[in-house]
C-alpha cells in the first residue's frame, strides 16, 4: 500500500468503528431494561440536598440474579451510619417487583468498619435457620448483602459476615464465610 492509499485505509477504518459504535448504542437503547433501572422510592422525606440515592441488591423472583433497587436514604457523612441504613433497608426487603434475600426474621445485630475498609456485618441467628437454602439462594443472600454495601458505601471495601457475634463458616452449607469478601458484579442483571 502505498502513501496515497494509507489515509484512506485509517479513513475506512474509522468509519468502521464509528458505524459500530452507532450500531451498539442502538442496541443498547432498544434493550429492555431490568427492573434495576425504576425510578427511586422516596424512603424518607422528599428528593433533595439531604438525600442520596442508593442501590440495594434483591433478586428476581426465579432467584437467579441481583437487581438494584433504587431507594432515597438521608445523606449521610459517617459510613457505619450509611451502611447499618442500607442493610436495614435491605432487612425491609424490595418494595418493587423483586423478592427477598434476607429471611424476613432477620436482624441487625451490629456494623463495624476498620480502618482498611472491611466491613463486619452481624445477623442474628434467624439469617442462618430461616434461610430457605440451596447454593444459588445462599449466594445470592451474601452478594445482596456484600455488593449493597460495598456499592454504596465508598469507605467499605470488603464484608465479612457474622452471626450472633461469631464468625461462621457458612450461611446455609455451600459459600465460605470465613474471609472478608469482595463485591460479585456477575451476579447483577
Known sequence: MGKKGLPEYFFVRLLVVVWLCLILA????NSPQPPSQSEPVVETGSRNDENQIVHLYFTDKENSYLYAENRLLLKQ?????????VVQALLAGPQKALAATIPQSTTLKALHITTDGTAYVDFSEDIRTDHTGGAKGELLTI?????????????????????????????AGHI?????LKANMLLIR
Not at 442502538?26 to 437503547?29: R, S
Not at 471495601?157 to 452471626?163: M, P, S, T, W
Open 176 to 180: 465460605d464465610l470465613r474471609s472478608p
Open 143 to 171: 452478594y445482596s448483602i456484600v455488593n449493597s454495601l460495598i456499592l454504596n458505601v465508598n469507605q467499605i471495601e470488603a464484608v465479612k459476615i457474622l452471626i450472633d457475634g461469631r464468625e461462621a463458616s457458612t450461611l
Open 77 to 85: 457523612r459517617d459510613p457505619v451510619v450509611l451502611g447499618t441504613h
Open 26 to 29: 442502538a442496541a443498547c437503547e
